[in-house]
């Protein structure tokens, strides 16, 4: 069963046994995508984690047909076998969408009406952002997913973070004002933001291409010369956000305040936050995701502190959102204090309008 404000972690399938551990705590879960394209492998390692190791947290698979340069588009029929073997796994089942581009309101219209004749199925909308930024595309948007009912997974496209985008957060908020359980897919930290603020589950990327949906790059023989990937980046709770490890080492030399630099997490173990930046690229990178999944795991928890289990739902989720409110504002305090631009999304997230859209309890979703 996939609970209230459950925080997933979202990783390809060669790095499931990896997170499956991490994932395996009250609150958490995994959301798996094909390494490769191999939808074959990625089947195989659901199957090994439930009926080898007894896996017993949720578990979503997503197929990723949007994703890439051979993306498919909206219009794209579901593969019935790949719904199939979710529901022999004892599965929640997720559609195999194509992308949602920024006019395909019939590609919108037919994967959220095929999804709503399908049983106990959740339609993924991997959508361009206008869908979430423009007040038009956003209200074509919550008319169809109302009219058909179906649970829905969203995936945003940016080059970085979607909720960077102005729009972006009010349009998330208005599609939770729905009324039908929605899930969010490839996210980073404002995964926390959209439980608080109703949403039934978030899954944030082990890296940062599963931090978000990338563009479609133009058709090319290969990478740029001297293509290098991105060094790997790790969650800095004090500005609840995503940084490059040698960025946190050069602010903690400015700045020795072990109260904003140390971390009590089981990956740091009471250390620096910043004592990775002594690993290669390479050798951080496990570490890096690690740590900043456990941070986002017990803020998530403190989010949804355990003071108001005996309050009505409603109530808990407007506490909830209005503490992630006040940490938005702290976080953009830190960042200042350490000579660091305010991250875009934690200005989005402070509007408002935020405190207006809580909206009734909906149904759970089960497997």
């Known amino acids: ?94 559609t195999d969408s194509g992308y949602v581009d920024s006019g395909d309101q019939l590609g919108l219209a037919g994967i959220l009406h095929r999804a709503a004749m399908l049983p106990d199925t959740i ?57 039908v359980p929605t899930l969010l897919l490839r996210c ?65 030399r400015r700045h020795a305040d072990p109260d904003l630099f140390g971390c009590a997490c089981t990956v740091c173990d009471g250390r620096d936050v910043d004592w990775m930046a002594a690993l290669s690229d390479r050798d951080r990178e496990v570490p890096a995701f690690e740590h900043s999944i456990r941070v986002l795991q017990d803020l998530r928890d403190e989010l949804f502190t355990t003071q108001n289990t005996g309050a009505q739902n409603a109530g808990v989720q407007n506490a909830a959102a209005q503490s992630w409110t006040a940490r938005c504002t702290d976080a953009a305090y830190r960042c200042r204090e350490l000579g660091w631009d305010v991250t875009p999304m934690l200005r989005h997230w402070q509007q408002p309008q935020h405190h207006s859209r809580l909206g009734p309890t909906v149904a759970r979703l089960t497997a």
């Open 188 to 252: 980073d930290v404002s995964a926390l933001g959209a439980l608080c603020h109703g949403a039934r589950a978030a899954a944030v990327g082990t890296v940062a291409a599963l931090r978000h949906l990338t563009p479609r790059p133009p058709p090319a023989a290969g990478p740029p010369h001297g293509f290098r990937p991105a060094a790997p980046s790790a969650v800095f709770r004090p500005t609840l956000s995503y940084r490059r490890i040698g960025a946190i080492a050069r602010a903690h």
């Open 1 to 94: 069963m996939l609970g209230d404000g459950t925080l997933l972690v979202h990783c390809s399938a060669n790095q499931a046994l990896r997170c499956a551990p991490i994932a395996e705590r009250p609150g958490a879960g995994l959301v798996i995508s094909p390494y490769q394209r191999d939808e074959a492998g990625l089947l195989a390692t659901a199957a090994y984690l439930l009926r080898q190791r007894r896996f017993e947290a949720p578990l979503l698979l997503d197929a990723a047909r949007y994703a890439g340069q051979a993306r498919l588009p909206a219009s794209a029929p579901f593969n019935p076998r790949w719904l199939r073997r979710q529901r022999e796994l004892g599965l929640p089942v997720l």
């Open 123 to 179: 339609a993924v909308l991997p959508l361009h952002p206008i869908w979430l930024q423009d007040r038009l595309h956003r209200t074509v948007l919550t008319g169809h997913i109302r009219a058909a009912g179906a649970p829905v997974a969203l995936v945003l496209e940016a080059n970085r973070d979607p909720f960077a985008l102005p729009g972006v957060v009010e349009g998330l908020l208005a599609v939770l004002d729905c009324g």
